[in-house]
């Protein structure tokens, strides 16, 4: 019997009409295992994986494999977006025993969940024979099983142990990794390594800041190229904007489709914080059109973001994307259709499958003159109304809370930038407004419901669907994220509540997650038991839980002034340390963070009458140090810190500029300001 049909995951959904007599992860399971004496199979995916659903095709929704799992095994289903903690016990183990990881990944386990053999995608008949191996082995082998299993669970529980060395995140360490990272920087094409190529969004977060820090020209060239080479490549949708998650090649051309969340909140703090320190129209452009996808595309009113876009169309990876270039002149015509081809990349033989090619941005637009712009305008509108009328990829309808966390961070990033740099003569200043309106708008809505559906009891929920709250427990980069959306919001907004709800989060935090080094662990001490509790302090796809409970209590402590946050901060950075200057490239957000403590960071403060437009609020967003909170509003508003108790002078808009609350002189002028956060 299958019992995934009244699963609130988008992946188990995707499994519920297979013939495997599928279990959601529960202890029932396991107790079933146990009755039965035969091992379990956690298999491993989410609803975007393009690998994960050829797997299901070929294999779990084959009767003869199908009847070799139901008659030797428990088989138990898990969403790894749902539960981070179950995924990242069982990568860990996958990549101990076979040097790599991935998804669908397959884990074959003891009754009590002892891992002792692990893979990732399996064809159907190798799936088949090894099923049979396993069933064999256990029935005549039992012994070496089970000492397989206490070897992987001994590797596991020392990859995942909290204790290590410790030492303070200092400059040094991080221009060490600043320099690690320009060696091992992609002259040609961008970005770090080769195929397949992901988009390095926190790395990139950390070079800007120490770009900013230290006025290092390589690490601000190593952002700007790889964030054109993104940007111009196959793996950014040059119509509807938004990223892709990585790269097949290692030169940008051909994406694996599907689009995450997490992804595309980062990639846009990354070009929008671009933007702020350059000008950059490219990164102007893409920034506000990723937040325009993330708007259209991903949100929900009532609920948030949802977690991606599918990497296949009907079953075919790219169906909704690729182009020919008879397709092109179909839409447009004979002249148009050659000048897009040009333009896009697009060639007879193609650059994926089947002679069609993924767009790529193969001339320089955001430069041209106004009449190139205009046609490059009108051709992507005209593409883009004839691929609406294609099959669209399905969309996984879940909200992470972490990752939601992410996008109203990265939207009120943009929404603080986009008004500093807003300007009536732009020639796109309605296409901005109208950008601005409708993130502003999925930001707030999100916020909320983060607030009132996630929060249980004061407690933060993992997921949600159709606004209703699952079951799984927030691990802590859900506290993390949420927490500094939270902390962001109270900027954007000057609402005490805000400040509030971090504050809390960061109190459960500290109280259930904290490790006795100073670090952290991913889960609760009062969560469910696994064979090992995690606290991995490497970023990957997302901050580590230690990295985004960091940043949020350096925050968190800026905008209150609190140092017992910032005394955790610090500590907590200080077990991360050592992995920075050895590991730079699993280490950009926590890097990011070392350089807004080594900041200071600042709190900007602008007492003003009429926050709209003063030219003080848009010169400190301009000019902002790494890591800078900065708060507008009224004198002494109520929950607000950064305002109380700074008056204005003389009736004028007024800016405090402060590090550790120990504050420059307060100023009415630009210029004073500007000065002031340049260190003059």
Not at 116 to 123: H, I, L, V
Not at 241 to 258: I, K, L
Not at 553 to 582: H, S
Request: charged content about 20%; some cysteine.
């Amino acid at each position: 019997m299958n019992r995934l049909a009244d699963a609130t995951s988008p992946y188990l959904l995707q499994h519920a009409e297979n013939p495997v007599d599928w279990w959601p992860w529960c202890e029932e399971a396991f107790a079933e295992a146990r009755r039965r004496d035969v091992p379990v199979i956690i298999s491993v995916g989410y609803a975007a994986c393009h690998w994960c659903h050829v797997m299901a095709h070929e294999s779990f929704e084959n009767e003869s494999v199908a009847g070799l799992m139901n008659g030797d095994f428990v088989s138990i289903k898990v969403d790894r977006e749902e539960r981070p903690d179950v995924d990242a016990v069982y990568m860990t183990a996958t990549q101990a025993m076979t040097g790599q990881g991935g998804w669908p990944m397959t884990v074959f386990a003891t009754p009590d969940g002892t891992p002792f053999f692990c893979g990732t995608y399996f064809p159907r008949d190798n799936f088949r024979q090894l099923l049979q191996s396993v069933a064999t082995a256990w029935r005549d082998q039992r012994e070496a099983v089970l000492r397989q299993g206490a070897a992987v669970v001994e590797a596991i529980g020392g990859a995942q142990a909290v204790g290590g060395p410790s030492t303070p995140l200092e400059a040094t360490l991080l221009d060490a990794a600043a320099a690690q990272l320009a060696e091992e920087y992609d002259e040609t094409n961008g970005g770090f390594g080769g195929a397949p190529k992901f988009p390095p969004h926190m790395n990139l977060l950390f070079l800007l800041r120490h770009h900013q820090r230290t006025g290092s020209a390589r690490s601000l060239e190593i952002v700007r190229h790889t964030c054109e080479a993104m940007a111009r490549g196959g793996i950014y949708d040059q119509l509807a904007g938004g990223f892709a998650r990585y790269s097949v090649d290692g030169h940008w051309t051909v994406p694996h489709f599907e689009k995450m969340l997490y992804d595309n909140a980062l990639l846009l703090r990354t070009y929008t914080q671009l933007w702020r320190l350059t000008g950059d129209p490219l990164a102007r452009r893409v920034a506000r059109d990723t937040a325009r996808f993330l708007a259209d595309e991903l949100h929900q009113a009532g609920e948030g973001f949802a977690s991606a876009l599918d990497a296949d169309t009907a079953g075919v990876e790219g169906l909704t994307y690729v182009w020919t270039p008879q397709q092109l002149v179909e839409v447009l015509g004979e002249e148009d259709g050659r000048w897009a081809a040009d333009l896009f990349a697009v060639t007879a033989e193609g650059t994926f499958e089947h002679g069609s090619s993924v767009l790529r941005l193969a001339r320089d637009v955001d430069d041209a003159d106004p009449a190139v712009r205009q046609r490059w305008q009108q051709v992507v509108g005209r593409l883009l109304v004839a691929r609406d009328t294609r099959p669209q990829p399905a969309r996984d309808d879940k909200v992470v809370a972490a990752w939601n966390g992410l996008a109203i961070t990265a939207i009120a990033d943009f929404q603080q930038v986009a008004a500093a740099y807003a300007s009536p003569d732009d020639e796109d200043a309605n296409l901005m407004d109208g950008v601005l309106i409708v993130t502003d708008g999925a930001m707030r809505d999100t916020a909320e419901h983060l607030a009132k559906v996630h929060l249980v009891d004061g407690r933060l929920r993992r997921v949600s669907r159709a606004g209703v709250v699952g079951a799984p427990a927030g691990v802590l980069e859900d506290y993390g994220c949420v927490a500094e959306a939270f902390c962001a919001m109270h900027q954007l907004t000057g609402e005490g509540r805000w400040l509030e709800l971090a504050g809390r989060l960061l109190d459960v935090a500290l109280e259930r997650f904290a490790a006795p080094d100073g670090g952290f662990y991913d889960t609760a001490d009062d969560a469910e038991r696994l064979v090992t509790r995690p606290a991995d302090p490497t970023d990957n796809a997302t901050p580590a839980g230690r990295s985004a409970i960091v940043a949020a209590l350096v925050a968190y402590t800026a905008l209150t002034g609190e140092t017992r946050y910032r005394e955790a901060a610090e500590a907590a950075l200080a077990t991360v340390a050592p992995i920075v200057g050895r590991h730079a490239r699993f280490t950009g957000y926590s890097a990011a963070v070392g350089e807004a403590l080594l900041s200071g960071p600042y709190e900007i403060a602008v007492v003003t009458d009429q926050p709209a437009g003063d030219p003080l609020i848009a010169a400190a967003h301009r000019h902002a140090p790494p890591g800078a909170v900065i708060v507008a509003g009224r004198p002494d508003q109520p929950g607000v810190p950064l305002l109380a108790d700074r008056p204005m002078v003389d009736g004028r808009s007024t800016a405090y500029a402060c590090r550790g609350f120990v504050c420059e002189r307060p100023v009415t002028e630009v210029a004073d300001l500007v000065g002031q956060l340049a260190g003059r």
